[in-house]
């Protein structure tokens, strides 16, 4: 079974290659993710997979000074003005 997760990136210095970064979320989850928010240098996904986050691989999109972090996400969660972030969550809320 799928389990959510969070993932936030730190861009210190956005480069092309950032862009593909969502590729690699939208495979992992088969299309099932969000954009959790989009900030000047930071962006965070939300998103469904089978795969454990080590197994994610942004080698090829990340530079050196980058970071990350993905973590689960479960039922208890708090929220302002990230609607869409809401939304996905209470969709994905376990039942």
Not at 33 to 46: D, M, P
């Amino acid at each position: 079974m799928p389990a959510n997760y969070l993932a936030v990136f730190l861009l210190p210095k956005p480069q092309r290659e950032h862009a593909r970064i969502v590729d690699v979320i939208r495979e992992a989850s088969n299309g099932d993710f969000k954009a959790a928010f989009v900030g000047s240098g930071t962006v965070g996904y939300l998103f469904s997979s089978s795969l454990t986050p080590w197994k994610l691989d942004f080698g090829k999109v990340l530079m050196n000074d980058d970071a990350y972090l993905i973590t689960e996400v479960g039922n208890a969660f708090s929220q302002a003005r990230l609607g869409s972030a809401e939304g996905w969550l209470k969709a994905h809320a376990a039942r």
